[in-house]
């Protein structure tokens, strides 16, 4: 059984010890990419790491930390277009014309031994939930459809299209060879 928490400076360390034992993510990512922070030329891990804190402790990184026990396992990061404006596929994505969301789910991380074991839904649930505590509204994701094939976890970062669609997501419109836009409303 799995519990979620809001990431924010009292979650910060559980964060932070699960990127470090797993290289900062996908090599030092940190989660930063969507929110879209200028290259600079300290563009390091660590001031990734250092940039994330600073977004947590002023309250615009969100996520929801999934623990098994007192272990955070993984993670699933969602927030404001404004807080993730990056997103893969733009052209496709903006050439459908989309209805304005009010919040993106941009990426999901799971823990080594913990993969494929439900951490990933348990993580979108927690971010619906945050979502609805924080007034709700229009939902949107970029999740990659699995159906029929085998995808490497490293295409799994925004989630597989059949989890979202478990959770209640639609498909509005493809902008991938395998990813989609799918959107839900939260009350």
């Known amino acids: 059984m799995y519990v979620t928490k809001p990431l924010d400076q009292t979650t910060w360390p559980d964060f932070e010890r699960l990127a470090q034992a797993h290289n900062g993510v996908w090599g030092g990512c940190w989660c930063m990419w969507y ?4 290259a600079s030329a300290d563009d390091t891990p660590a001031a990734r790491r250092q940039a994330k804190a600073c977004l947590v402790q002023d309250g615009r990184a969100h996520a929801a930390l ?3 026990g007192d272990e955070c396992v993984g993670w699933c990061q969602f927030g404001s277009p404004q807080d993730l404006p990056r997103i893969h596929n733009q052209r496709a994505y903006h050439k459908a014309q989309p209805a304005p969301a009010d919040w993106r789910i941009t990426c999901f991380f799971s823990g080594k031994g913990h993969r494929g074991a439900g951490v990933g839904s348990a993580a979108l649930q927690g971010a619906l939930d945050q979502i609805r505590a924080l007034g709700g509204g229009l939902v949107e994701a970029f999740p990659e459809n699995t159906e ?5 976890s490293a295409f799994l970062f925004n989630g597989a299209l059949s989890m979202f669609e478990r959770h209640g997501f639609a498909r509005t419109h493809q902008i991938g060879k395998h990813k989609w836009v799918v959107t839900r409303v939260v009350e």
């Open 35 to 38: 929110h879209g922070q200028d």
């Open 66 to 68: 999934v623990y098994s």
């Open 148 to 152: 029929g094939r085998k995808a490497s």
